[in-house]
């Protein structure tokens, strides 16, 4: 991904309050169910730093990353890039709704350019990539805890 491509925007509805979705995106427990399990730890606050490792079987991304706005309950953003690897992102999540029902909008900015020349690190990727954690794990684990 790189600085002059659109930002990667994924937006879904889901059948549960907002209150809980909240939870599920800043709770480190829920997160760990439809996010990353290998998140050591994570804190919805300004300044918090953390890092993991995801292996994809073909190399390791050491993400790391460091929260820069928080809005409890309704939203939360973070700076995010991989050590040893060029390329900064902000991952912003932004959270309405009532008690009935809510809507995720995520947004991925990216801030320094990314390698070109890894697959991983495409714009095709990336939005694949949220595709998958928003409109199936996210929702798929929200149905399983709503019901």
């Known amino acids: 991904m790189r600085k002059d491509e659109e930002p990667v925007v994924v937006v879904q509805d889901y059948p549960c309050s907002a209150a809980l979705l909240w939870?599920?995106?800043t709770d480190?427990?829920?997160m760990r169910h439809w996010y990353f399990d290998s998140i050591a730890e994570f804190r919805a606050e300004v300044g918090f730093k953390t890092r993991f490792d995801?292996?994809?079987g073909e190399r390791i991304f050491p993400h790391r990353w460091e929260v820069v706005e928080v809005a409890p309950g309704r939203k939360i953003?973070?700076?995010w890039c991989?050590?040893?690897?060029?390329g900064?992102?902000?991952s912003i999540f932004e959270v309405s709704g009532d008690d009935a029902s809510s809507r995720l909008t995520l947004s991925c900015?990216?801030?320094e350019d990314f390698p070109d020349d890894i697959a991983e690190f495409t714009r095709d990727s990336c939005l694949s990539g949220w595709n998958y954690?928003?409109?199936d794990r996210l929702k798929t684990y929200l149905q399983s805890v709503s019901q």
């Open 23 to 25: 939870e599920a995106i």
């Open 28 to 30: 480190i427990e829920r």
């Open 54 to 56: 995801v292996d994809t």
């Open 77 to 79: 953003a973070y700076d």
């Open 82 to 86: 991989f050590d040893g690897y060029p």
């Open 88 to 90: 900064s992102s902000l």
């Open 109 to 111: 900015v990216v801030s």
């Open 133 to 135: 954690f928003i409109k």
